[in-house]
């Protein structure tokens, strides 16, 4: 029970017995003055009554007056807890009921009906006494009804009951005043239960400032004994001994010292402190600007301190606090918590509890917490220049200022062939005895003295004798004084570095696979031959030589034979060409040949040399290849100007031999036919659109002519060019066709729009079928199917709101890829549509050989209407012939009310055109649909909704 639930109950209880105590209290007034009534009515009756039974009715009177005395008297002797019990309460109403019964018995059993003077006067005797009595107990509701209907039902009854013309009367003026009493009594319970409440408030209020005053006397009590066990402490003091003073008085200052150095030191420390009360979740900090950028205020651990912990450290800072809880384990963790300006610090945590509870429960925990960044940093520094110092390939010592060996690493040992064991402790001196070696070191000694560096090479011997040629440094380290504390010193074996440095010369100039000169080196001697022929007036010929279907070879043999055939290859040209100023492999299949002072007709014999020598049959392994290959020759100085123009107009010229069907060579000259830059470019902006979501897929609604309405809509793609701006897809389709990019793009695209027509679906406005146009590319792949089932299911998209739109040429490629493609769409549920209907091959066919829902009838039959009979009779046409096979109709290219009237006279299922609406955006194709939505109730003509 919680402590707001304790004080009502308290409440409670001290309110019920507080109106017991009221109730017994009031209870003698009351029977003494029945008492009292029922001796006059004895008296007024006597003559004219019954006397026994007066008699009688009186002694039941005084029994009952005494026996209420009696359990007034033992309920004030009683304790509280024992007032409580219920037989107290069953007694009081018991006594009251009879005490009511015996004043209502005097007008049934005493006052005789027929004499009005004593019926009148017994009846204003009893009257009273019950309405005072009623009153009295009017406080308490049950006590008023337990006295008042006892008095007043059974004679109030029985008066209304008599014959007598006198009776009744008597009855109703009791009803009468019964009820008057009723009601004082409501308003005077009320008065009282109020009255009660504000007293018993009162007097807890009485007794809470009792018992603050009983505490503060206590307190003040304490006070007063311990300021008088100070003054007698004092007292004491100042009786002791001078020398003692002046001792307690230094070892005060030299404690204030102390804990004014603490102080101090704990500040400079930025040591902060921490008290963590577990019952309320605060944490008292010091240093919290220090520690968290945080100002000084009260902070909770779970709101304020847990939240800033690093999320990777969370669990072992919960381990190490359960550990210290549960087995009293050292509190002692570094973790990471957040800086208020939003990096990471390193703290560590010391604490312990230093409060429990008796079930071992902790309750208050006290700590210290510290930044430890900057340890952290140097340990790692520390850790680092330690790996390095093992890892580095150079060997490294460090000397002490008389030279001796103090350290090595791995590869000092690895170099010189010496284990640390061998050298650590002695001086450093050469193993060598050359005379110039020895003298070198002289000169170095002498030069740390005054340059406190020296670097250069030095000739060593190994252990094993071997001489190497070693680049050495030396670095003198000085301490704050300036006197010399360490020499550290850092060497590498020439002989190795010269090696690899000739080796890695070669391979940055020379293809690793075909030993050739490289890209790299090939420019350079291009570069250098172009300035030399400017300056001397001779010729360069640029030869450059592309193998024919070499990806073919590749794909189908694979990496390691086309590698072999391009090393074959290599061969060939470097027998053939060895009085070549430059052979080089220029890119995977493409080789480059520079020649000097050769006429044209050399070059053309050259030329067909190098077809007639690549043209030769090529073993690999089991197979015998025939290769043929496309040259470009260009000119220096003829048309080109530079090395780079050179290089340019040659591979100009030998696209221009491979466009002609390969195998053949061509010379550059203005009049070629090239290939357009800008679609290049493209092509590679295109790739790059692909992957930074450059693509934008905007929808064309389909207004379905019955309902008047758009339950569908047409993906097309948009690409928002960086540079170009929206580009549409004319612009770039065929070249993403050529590419092979029409694949990712495709499925970008139909992942997009089954994204969102899911969204639509979902979350609204309503569901749109969403039709998406294919690539016969897609259609062959072997499972295309199965990835637009991935992708409805990814997108929880119900398959017959997808649509794909192909076209009549993919519908006549016999393949079998195709067809089975087309089959698992149809079983998935997802709607087929022929686009650009009517365009393409004549050939009806395919109607009935596969599963087409709809036809499109191609912007071309639409546009001209009005003007052209034949159209109209061609789309005439169409829609009978798609309605006879139970297809749909979609008409394309919808511009002008007079095409819209005459598509929905002949029956057309659905138009689209800007007549409807131009594709849109997401957002605006969006609302669009909430605008119909919003209109469902009042239609309006298509032009004026829908544009």
Aim: aromatic share 6%; with cysteine; charged share 20%.
């Amino acid at each position: 029970m919680t402590g707001s639930e304790k004080d009502l109950s308290t409440a409670a209880v001290r309110q019920q017995l507080r109106q017991l105590d009221l109730l017994f209290e009031c209870a003698r007034l009351p029977q003494w003055l029945v008492m009292l009534a029922a001796c006059a009515v004895s008296l007024l009756i006597w003559q004219d009554g019954s006397q026994p039974l007066v008699l009688g009715w009186l002694m039941v009177i005084c029994m009952l007056t005494l026996l209420r005395i009696r359990v007034a008297r033992c309920y004030r002797h009683s304790s509280p807890e024992q007032r409580l019990r219920p037989r107290w309460s069953a007694l009081f109403y018991l006594g009251n009921a009879f005490s009511g019964l015996a004043m209502g018995l005097v007008h049934i059993l005493l006052v005789p009906v027929d004499t009005f003077a004593v019926q009148s006067a017994a009846y204003a005797v009893t009257t009273g006494v019950i309405l005072c009595v009623s009153i009295i107990y009017a406080h308490r509701f049950s006590a008023f009804f337990s006295f008042a209907l006892p008095s007043w039902l059974p004679p109030t009854l029985f008066l209304l009951l008599q014959d007598d013309p006198t009776s009744p009367y008597w009855g109703l003026m009791g009803t009468t005043l019964f009820c008057c009493m009723l009601l004082a009594a409501a308003f005077i319970n009320r008065s009282a239960r109020r009255s009660l409440q504000s007293d018993i408030h009162n007097e807890a209020l009485l007794h809470r400032l009792n018992e603050a005053h009983q505490q503060a006397e206590a307190l003040n009590i304490q006070l007063t004994g311990e300021i008088q066990h100070r003054r007698q402490a004092e007292q004491q003091l100042r009786n002791s001994h001078d020398a003692l003073e002046h001792r307690v008085a230094q070892r005060t200052t030299e404690l204030q010292q102390t804990q004014a150095r603490l102080s101090m030191a704990l500040e400079a420390s930025a040591l902060g402190l921490w008290d963590w009360d577990l019952r309320t979740d605060e944490v008292h900090h010091s240093h919290l600007q220090e520690i968290f950028g945080l100002p000084d205020t009260r902070l909770t651990m779970q709101g304020g301190l847990k939240p800033r912990v690093h999320p990777e450290d969370v669990e072992r800072v919960r381990a190490a606090l359960i550990a210290h809880f549960k087995h009293a384990t050292p509190y002692c963790v570094e973790y990471r918590v957040k800086h208020q300006a939003g990096h990471w610090v390193w703290v560590e945590d010391n604490g312990r509890a230093v409060e429990r509870d008796s079930a071992r429960r902790a309750l208050r925990m006290i700590g210290t917490r510290r930044d430890i960044t900057s340890r952290r940093q140097h340990h790692e520094q520390e850790r680092l220049a330690a790996t390095v110092f093992e890892a580095t390939s150079d060997g490294i010592f460090v000397l002490d200022p008389q030279r001796r060996i103090l350290a090595v690493n791995q590869a000092f040992s690895v170099i010189t062939g010496y284990a640390a064991n061998d050298v650590v402790g002695k001086a450093l001196t050469s193993a060598s005895t050359n005379p110039d070696t020895l003298a070198t070191y002289a000169r170095m000694r002498t030069t740390l003295l005054s340059h406190d560096r020296w670097e250069g090479e030095v000739q060593e011997q190994r252990r094993s004798g071997e001489r190497y040629l070693q680049w050495l440094q030396l670095t003198v380290v000085r301490n704050g004084a300036g006197d010399i504390t360490h020499y550290v010193g850092f060497f590498a074996d020439r002989t190795i570095n010269r090696q690899t440095e000739e080796q890695l010369r070669y391979l940055a100039n020379h293809d690793s696979l075909t030993q050739l000169a490289n890209r790299g080196l090939f420019t350079r001697t291009l570069a250098e031959a172009t300035g030399q022929a400017r300056t001397q007036g001779t010729g360069l010929a640029l030869l450059h030589i592309d193998l024919d279907r070499f990806k073919n070879i590749n794909e189908t043999l694979g990496h390691a034979q086309a590698d072999a055939l391009l090393r074959q290859v290599a061969d060939r040209l470097s027998a053939t060409l060895s009085d070549a100023l430059v052979l080089a492999r220029f890119s995977a299949d493409e080789f480059v040949v520079v020649q000097q002072d050769m006429t044209d007709n050399a070059l053309e014999q050259l030329a067909s040399r190098l077809l007639q020598i690549l043209g030769e049959p090529i073993r690999l392994g089991d197979n015998d290849l025939i290769i043929s290959a496309s040259i470009g020759i260009s000119l220096f100085p003829g048309e080109a100007r530079n090395s780079l123009q050179l290089i340019n107009q040659a591979n100009q010229a030998m696209q221009h031999a491979k466009h002609l069907g390969g195998n053949g060579f061509q010379f550059y000259s203005a009049q070629l036919p090239t290939r357009s830059t800008d679609r290049l470019h493209l092509e590679s902006d295109l790739r790059k659109a692909l992957t930074d979501d450059q693509l934008q897929v905007h929808y064309q609604p389909k207004l379905h002519l019955a309902s008047n309405s758009i339950n569908s809509a047409e993906a097309l793609v948009r690409w928002q060019h960086p540079t170009r701006g929206m580009l549409l897809p004319g612009e770039f389709i065929a070249i993403a066709e050529e590419t092979g990019l029409i694949l990712p793009l495709g499925e970008k695209v139909l992942r997009r729009a089954c994204i969102q027509a899911s969204q639509w679906l979902h979350t609204g406005p309503l569901a749109v079928r969403v039709a998406v146009n294919l690539s016969v590319q897609q259609l062959r792949q072997p499972h295309f199917a199965a990835l637009v089932a991935d992708i409805l299911t990814d997108t929880g998209l119900p398959s017959h709101l997808l649509e794909l739109e192909l076209t009549e040429s993919m519908l006549l490629e016999h393949s079998d890829s195709v067809a089975d493609n087309l089959a698992a769409l149809r079983q998935l549920g997802v709607e087929l549509a022929v686009d650009d209907f009517g365009t393409g091959y004549s050939s009806l066919a395919y109607l009935k050989r596969f599963p087409i829902r709809c036809l499109k009838i191609d912007r071309a039959f639409i546009c001209e209407l009005d003007e052209q009979p034949g159209d109209t009779a061609i789309v005439r046409a169409i829609i009978a012939m798609a309605h006879s096979m139970h297809m749909s109709v979609v008409a394309e290219g919808v511009e002008q009310e007079s095409q819209l009237a005459f598509l929905r006279s002949q029956g057309c299922d659905e138009v689209q055109g800007y007549l409807i609406s131009k594709p849109l955006p997401t957002d605006a194709f969006t609302r669009l649909l909430q605008q119909q939505q919003s209109q469902a109730d009042t239609p309006s003509q298509p032009s004026e909704t829908l544009s």
